[in-house]
């Protein structure tokens, strides 16, 4: 059965570094996602993305963030001067159409130190 | 103080008997709704779906109920298993531009063989 995947899956860095988390989206879907959780706490929309564009982000979306289809597979999202509060899971979802289910990643989680 | 994460409620079932998780949801205008699965370092798996022009849907051994009126939805798993032992959460999503879920707070589900 087709997944997402993610790399790394778990990431340390520096404060005020830059980490760039990865994601292959299921093949044929054409809608993709960012989503974090912090720990114990509930999943957070970040941002989505179709054809080759953002189509809404959420508060935490800022400045500091970005997403990039550089291919036809990967979907990766950048952020430039990572903060302690950053660290988190971080969850790449995809769906095939706008009215069908989303399909979660197993998550990348960041430790910024 | 700052609050460090979610309190999360706690069903403990007993093996082999149903469960039954329910979500409080706030905006009236979503038309879609999700329960995911998460088990410990993993990312949230899809396990029903439903539309709100329904208020019943079954699945294998589960069954989700939407009550639109009083905007409350519920998970039923039958001949709960170890296995099912895990977070659950529900989503929903509304009119928006990139079909964001938002996601309610959990219930963890324990399962006691």
């Known amino acids: 059965e087709p997944e997402v995947t993610q790399t790394p899956s778990h990431q340390v860095t520096q404060m005020g570094q830059e980490v760039i988390l990865r994601c292959v989206p299921i093949?044929?879907?054409?809608?993709f996602y960012w989503y974090r959780q912090i720990l114990g706490q509930k999943v957070e929309f970040l941002v989505s993305?179709?054809?080759?564009?953002?189509?809404?982000k959420s508060e935490i979306f800022d400045d500091q963030f970005s997403v990039e289809r550089p291919d036809g597979s990967n979907f990766t999202l950048k952020i430039r001067s990572t903060k302690l509060e950053d660290s988190a899971m971080y969850f790449c979802a995809s769906r095939i159409q706008i009215i069908e289910t989303q399909y979660f990643g197993p998550g990348t989680r960041l430790l910024v130190l | 103080g700052e609050s460090v994460g979610l309190h999360l409620p706690t069903l403990s079932v007993q093996e082999g008997d149903n469960s039954i998780i329910n979500c409080a949801y706030s905006n009236s205008a979503s038309d879609y709704f999700i329960w995911y699965k998460q088990e410990s370092g993993k990312g949230p798996q899809f396990i029903i779906d439903?539309?709100?022009?329904?208020d019943k849907r079954q699945g294998q051994r589960v069954t989700v109920l939407l009550n639109k009126t009083v905007k409350h939805l519920s998970l039923q798993i039958a001949a709960t298993q170890p296995g099912d032992s895990a977070v659950y959460f529900c989503a929903e999503s509304g009119n928006n531009a990139g079909n964001m879920l938002t996601f309610g707070g959990g219930t963890r589900l324990m399962v006691k063989p």
């Open positions: 993305f179709y054809n080759n564009e953002i189509s809404e």
């Open positions: 439903i539309r709100s022009n329904m």
């Open positions: 093949s044929n879907h054409l809608y």
